[in-house]
């Protein structure tokens, strides 16, 4: 994600009843905050929000998450959930790696992560949102029949992910290195923004879902 710094957007983060950018004392309120018991469905590294905000809308039975590192980049989700008001929908501005402390064990029923950054150096792989150090942080605040999903036109960030999700004790539930052509997985997908802009490149997308034996 190219970042341009937006003069303004953590003032609007902060100041925004949608956006949450002190987040950890909510662990375990989630479902007050939604006023509902709805399940809960959380996008890590949400850009800005095309998917999640999608999502949202079509689901109002289901209670979305999205989780941005940078304001400058979660301003135009929120601007947008200004326009759509839809009460199934927060956002939090965070580093993933503290999402133990910011969602109770068992508190999310889902995670996508789509078009993760790649972190190509080797020393860096344990920053990748699908490394065995994510899977275990997930494996806490995931409910049991949970799962992750993953997309990503990276063939070789996918192949390190399919591999993290066996070494993480993990089962691989689908698997796919062209979805788009996939008639079972590609059923009701919602494209990304980088999705959208990598497809019409030309790049194959890729997908996993990840679950636990129960
Ligand atoms: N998911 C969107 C899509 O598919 O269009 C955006 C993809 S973009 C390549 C990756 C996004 O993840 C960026 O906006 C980046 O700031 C965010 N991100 C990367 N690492 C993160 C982390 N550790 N915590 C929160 N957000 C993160």
């Given amino acids: 994600m190219r970042l341009r710094n937006i003069p303004g957007a953590r003032e609007v983060m902060v100041e925004n009843e949608n956006v949450f950018t002190e987040p950890k004392g909510m662990k375990g309120t ?10 809960i469905y959380i996008e890590v590294g949400m850009g800005k929000g095309q998917f999640i905000s999608t ?18 980049v ?21 580093d993933a790696e503290e999402i133990c402390e910011v ?27 699908t490394s065995r150090q994510f899977f ?19 063939k070789a960030l996918f192949d390190f ?6 070494e993480a004790g993990w089962n691989l539930d689908a698997c796919t290195y ?7 997985l590609n059923e009701g997908n919602v494209m990304t923004e980088y999705e959208e802009r ?13 679950t636990r034996s129960i």
């Fill in 55 to 72: 999502l949202a809308a079509n689901n109002p039975q289901i209670n979305y998450v999205g989780i941005e590192k940078y304001s400058s």
């Fill in 161 to 166: 992910s399919v591999e993290e999700v066996k």
């Fill in 30 to 39: 989630w479902h007050e905050v939604f006023g509902n018991d709805n399940p």
């Fill in 198 to 210: 990598f497809s019409k490149a030309g790049n194959p997308i890729c997908k996993l879902i990840a």
């Fill in 178 to 184: 062209d979805l788009h052509n996939d008639n079972v």
């Fill in 136 to 154: 275990a942080r997930y494996n806490i605040i995931l409910k049991k029949d949970g799962r992750v999903e993953f997309k990503t036109d990276n």
């Fill in 74 to 94: 979660l301003l135009r989700a929120v601007e947008k959930q200004e326009e759509l008001q839809l009460p199934n929908l927060k956002f939090i501005r965070m």
């Fill in 103 to 129: 969602f109770a064990e068992g508190e999310v029923d889902r995670i996508y992560l789509n078009f993760s950054d790649p972190w190509p150096k080797d020393r860096h792989a344990k920053r990748r949102l």
